[in-house]
């Protein structure tokens, strides 16, 4: 059973910036896509970014620009770079770790923006 952790989630002003962070209990490598995902109060989970093992990542169409995926393989994270943020980003984000189409799930961290 894999371990998903999230960390870096808070309160900022819109045009701020955040960068979240998940540590994986396991070799990132062993999964084919390492993604991101957020759900706001009230709407369904949807994906924000997507980076696989080898391969272009990809981003939803709102957040193209602004937020940047990375991976450092050595330590087993993934981070979510989030510049210039908008109040309609606020959500809780999730990282997830795909594998042969079996994702597992961290616990989510809150991002808010508002001012």
């Known amino acids: 059973q894999v371990q998903l952790v999230e960390s870096g989630g808070g309160l900022v002003q819109p045009g701020g910036s955040l960068r979240l962070s998940c540590a994986v209990s396991?070799?990132?490598?062993?999964?084919?896509?390492m993604e991101w995902h957020r759900q706001a109060p009230g709407n369904q989970r949807e994906s924000v970014a997507v980076?696989?093992?080898?391969?272009?990542?990809t981003y939803a169409d709102s957040v193209k620009g602004r937020f940047t995926i990375s991976r450092d393989n050595a330590e087993n994270t993934v981070y979510l770079q989030m510049n210039s943020l908008k109040p309609e980003d606020t959500a809780v984000y999730y990282c997830?770790?795909?594998?042969?189409?079996?994702?597992?799930w961290g616990q989510g961290t809150q991002v808010t923006v508002s001012s």
């Open positions: 980076i696989p093992s080898t391969g272009i990542t």
């Open positions: 396991r070799n990132i490598l062993s999964f084919n896509t």
């Open positions: 997830a770790a795909n594998q042969l189409g079996v994702t597992s």
